[in-house]
């Protein structure tokens, strides 16, 4: 099958054991499929998914939904705080902190110093 691409002016063979699809279909259809590859590559490089809570069609929707919520959730917190940090450094912070009482502006905005390293004790001294 052939299939002949006017926009970038070159010629496409497709070898395919579907018969029943022309050869513009089967294009179209590696192109959503690289769509998907793209997208589910974001999914592993932005979104932490460690261990799926089931395995059946339902929770694993489920499971992504909710790790791209919270993704969106945190990348509008960061816009509106206007935070330098990142959002893997947000959800860190924010994994750390789950029940401190801590305001999330001063949490994720604000620099704060605990320790002065010339204040410690030296007690192997």
């Not at 997208?39 to 909710?66: D, P, R």
């Not at 450094?89 to 949490?107: G, M, N, R, V, W």
Request: hydrophobic residues 45%.
């Amino acid at each position: 099958m052939e299939y002949y691409d006017e926009e970038k002016d070159i010629l496409l063979s497709f070898l395919s054991n579907n018969d029943m699809l022309s050869a513009l279909e089967i294009a179209k259809l590696y192109q959503k499929r690289w769509q998907i590859e793209i997208f589910f590559k974001w999914v592993k490089q932005n979104l932490t998914i460690k261990t799926l809570w089931g395995h059946s069609e339902n929770a694993v929707n489920i499971h992504v939904w909710v790790a791209i919520s919270t993704y969106l959730i945190v990348a509008y917190l960061k816009h509106t705080l206007k935070s330098n940090l990142s959002i893997y450094e947000i959800l860190q912070i924010l994994s750390i902190s789950a029940f401190d009482k801590t305001p999330l502006k001063e949490l994720l905005t604000e620099c704060q110093i605990n320790q002065n390293v010339n204040e410690q004790w030296d007690i192997f001294n």
